[in-house]
């Protein structure tokens, strides 16, 4: 499974930008997928994970109310809706995938990763 993450870019606070995390080789439909991100000097992080059936298995709390984790399993991708951005969202985000249809919300539950998309959020 390969994946690529796109939809980061720069955004004002208060703005909302859409993350596409799409599958090829052996799509990745009827696998668990997730994002992360990584702020510079900080640990990785889940932001939000989608088992195959399309029920959202986990969301950080920094991110509920605000994010939206989504899949079209025929397209084999996986988005991230994000409203409300705040700067502390910043970071890098990864889009991911599991070998199974069900994963948690760690990033060593997650087999597949994508090259990471830049998120920046300015005040």
């Known amino acids: 499974v390969q994946l690529q993450a796109f939809g980061g870019g720069l955004v004002q606070a208060g703005g909302s930008l859409r993350l596409s995390c799409a599958s090829s080789g052996r799509t990745a439909g009827n696998n668990a997928m997730g994002w992360f991100r990584q702020a510079p000097g900080k640990d990785r992080e889940v932001v939000a994970a989608?088992?195959?059936?399309?029920?959202?298995?986990c969301y950080s709390d920094s991110v509920k109310g605000r994010f939206t984790i989504s899949r079209d399993n025929a397209r084999g991708t996986a988005y991230l809706q994000m409203n409300s951005l705040k700067p502390e969202d910043t970071a890098v985000y990864y889009c991911?995938?599991?070998?199974?249809?069900?994963?948690?919300?760690?990033?060593?539950?997650?087999?597949?990763w994508g090259q990471g998309t830049q998120v920046t959020v300015s005040s």
């Open positions: 991911t995938a599991s070998r199974y249809p069900h994963s948690g919300c760690s990033s060593g539950d997650y087999n597949y």
């Open positions: 989608i088992n195959w059936r399309g029920g959202a298995t």
